[in-house]
């Protein structure tokens, strides 16, 4: 008999709020493999917020998730089959596997799978901090925002994959990091922890003018730079305290992932601040990868940059865990982990 291999496939678009109807978990067996391919039995699958946008049926920077085909996502897991001479069994390695157990690639395609080292550096870390959340969070701030010492430099979803990731390379640079996150046990964690100045629970306050109070009291210099994730009354609150020719990293807007609009009730402020208001992906951007790659890698191996990861078990727990993720439910990088 033929290995069994469990994917999870995109069955409906979502109309709103992501539901398990959406998704559908199927068995397919493995066929065998041809010159020049590798199949990799995958450890980790990567959730994270832009696999959303991606299932609407609609005009974005990337193609549309197909319905009925393995959901995209970030995988690191080990070569358990070769027919490329450039790997071998044993490798473990990095690629887009998507939301299914084993990955077959034709490895000839440069860029499909790299090999990682995790002598020093967990494999699990090459989908946060020493992969793409971590590179995204590298490029937001020193691109776009270029932090400089003594600067202030807020993050919302402080507690997350690449905003935790923001405020620490922000302090490694001798800038005043303050983060937003739900909740005092994820703002308890990312002072404590991370190592962040501050941290305000917005959930704590329902108004702008609370919130803007909140900011106006940890950032008593004003804001320089801003790295945003969330959209919404955060974006409102920051732009009420941001000092002129500050500097906004636009990542993600998670507050309207489901449809909803995300008004701005002052956007004149962008004029009279001179502000920069950049918004990006990373992936766009390969060129600065090895750089800021060394950059995190070495930070991670020698215990500087601190991550934590929310892991559910086996792949029929990755809907459920993905619906979590778009509500703030989880604590640090989303993982599901799959042997």
């Known amino acids: 008999m033929s290995p069994i291999n469990r994917q999870i496939v ?20 493995l066929a065998p493999l041809s010159e020049g391919q590798v199949r990799v039995r995958n450890h980790y699958l990567s959730l994270d917020p832009y696999m959303r946008g991606r299932m609407n049926d609609s005009k ?8 009925d085909e393995v959901m995209i996502g970030g995988t690191v897991g080990e070569v358990v089959e070769s027919k490329n001479a450039n790997f071998a069994v044993g490798d473990k390695v990095v690629g887009m596997g998507g939301w299914q157990e084993y990955q077959t690639v034709d490895a000839t395609q440069r860029g499909v799978l790299s ?26 701030l020193m691109k776009i925002i ?13 507690s997350g994959a690449v905003g935790s990731v923001v405020g620490q390379l922000a302090k ?30 917005y959930k704590q306050h329902a108004d702008l003018k609370s919130l803007s109070g ?23 609150a920051v732009l009420l305290r941001a000092n002129a020719f500050s500097r906004i ?21 962008i004029l009279t601040n001179r502000m920069k208001v950049e918004g990006f992906i990373v992936s766009e951007h390969m060129e600065v990868w090895p750089e ?47 042997i």
């Open 10 to 29: 995109l069955a409906t678009r979502p109309k709103g709020e992501v539901t398990p109807d959406n998704f559908r978990l199927v068995e397919v067996a």
């Open 60 to 67: 974005s920077y990337a193609a549309s998730q197909p319905l």
């Open 115 to 140: 090999k990682v080292d995790t002598t020093h550096i967990p494999l699990s870390a090459y989908l946060g901090s020493v992969g793409m959340p971590g590179v995204t969070a590298w490029y937001g």
């Open 146 to 158: 270029q932090v400089k010492a003594g600067e202030t430099v807020v993050v919302s979803a402080a």
């Open 172 to 201: 490694a640079r001798g800038a005043r990091a303050v983060g937003l996150a739900g909740g005092a046990d994820k703002c308890r964690y990312v002072v404590e922890e991370l190592g962040f100045d501050a941290c305000i629970d």
């Open 214 to 236: 909140a900011l106006k009291a940890e950032c008593p210099n004003g804001i320089d730079g801003y790295f945003e994730n969330v959209g919404g009354m955060i974006l409102d």
């Open 249 to 269: 990293a636009m990542c993600g807007m998670i507050s309207g992932y489901n449809g909803e609009p995300i008004p701005l009730q002052y956007p004149q402020l």
């Open 292 to 338: 800021a790659l060394k950059e995190l890698g070495g930070m991670v191996a020698t215990g500087k940059l601190k991550f934590r990861e929310s892991v559910s078990e086996g792949i029929a727990s990755a809907p459920e865990a993905f619906m979590g993720l778009l509500k703030g439910k989880n604590f640090g990088k989303q993982l599901v982990k799959l």
